[in-house]
């Protein structure tokens, strides 16, 4: 199994949860308004100077679903470079 987590610029919500949708992800955690900066969107720290927020879903999926997965979440981040999504993929060792 692998851990999924996507960091992104919480106006990409509906796009990121129809994605996740259709590759049959029901279960996730999802964290709103969260703070960041990266290179790609620039500073989301939900202030008057920089007023955008992001979130982050943490999902747990088996391996077959984790490489489409993050294949069309790299297609997601290309066409929207300038609002930013950040993908990591990490290893399962146990689920309780």
Known sequence: ??????????????EVMDLLEKNGVMNYTKWTKVLGKGSGGGAH???????????VLLC?????????????????????????????QLPVEAVL
């Open 45 to 55: 720290m939900l202030t008057n100077v920089w007023p955008k927020g992001n979130n």
């Open 60 to 88: 747990v999926v088996e391996d077959e679903v984790a490489a489409p997965l993050l294949e069309k979440l790299g297609e997601i981040r290309k066409k929207n470079r300038s609002e930013g999504l950040k993908a990591f």
């Open 1 to 14: 199994m692998k851990a999924i987590i996507i960091a992104y610029y919480e106006a990409m919500d509906d």
